[in-house]
């Protein structure tokens, strides 16, 4: 009896420990449907990096079409699908929680009440109450061996939270070769 008890206090203890994994959402700016597909699955990966970031985008995309059954190559002539992608944009929005006591002499502020804002000023930077949204955006063209050609700009933003930015940007490369993935298969 003393073991349960003990090990569903570990087991809650735990559980209230843990994180979510952040979300992630992707819109397009224009559908991107290929109708005709080369008959190869050779595709050249090219990633451009505007706004120096440090990302893992293009080794992810490798990854993730080297999975499903598409061979990588160095030389865009010779591939059946050529991906060039930028990534131009990638933000950290602050939100922070409001104060919902007064200040200024009345009521409660921290440990201390009472005082007004000579004492307890507001710090964007502060952790327990500041989280992030995330906001990213890549233009993509897909070239098709003698096909036409393909383009669309992503655009991704992440839930409010403390991530860090390396936590969001292998989430953003991640749904980003899934979306390429998706674009090459569908």
Do not use: W
Request: aromatic share 16%; with cysteine; charged share 20%.
């Amino acid at each position: 009896m003393k073991k349960t008890i003990y090990l569903f206090f570990l087991l809650l203890f735990f559980t209230a420990c843990a994180s979510t994994t952040p979300t992630v959402h992707l819109k397009t700016t224009e559908p991107l449907i290929i109708t005709q597909k080369p008959e190869g699955k050779k595709v050249y990966i090219k990633f451009n990096n505007s706004i120096n970031v440090e990302n893992n985008i293009t080794k992810n995309i490798e990854y993730t079409l080297q999975n499903n059954g598409y061979e990588i190559s160095q030389d865009p002539t010779s591939s059946d699908y050529a991906i060039y992608g930028d990534l131009t944009d990638f933000k950290r929005i602050y939100v922070k929680d409001p104060n919902v006591y007064m200040g200024f002499g009345f009521g409660m502020r921290r440990f201390y009440g009472g005082f007004g804002h000579f004492y307890d000023y507001d710090n964007p930077y502060e952790y327990n109450d500041t989280s992030y949204i995330y906001e990213a955006q890549v233009s993509l063209l897909i070239k098709l061996k003698n096909l036409r050609d393909y383009s669309t700009n992503l655009n991704l933003q992440s839930d409010r939270g403390v991530y860090s930015t390396s936590t969001i940007m292998a989430k953003f490369a991640d749904k980003i070769s899934n979306q390429i993935l998706h674009f090459l298969e569908f």
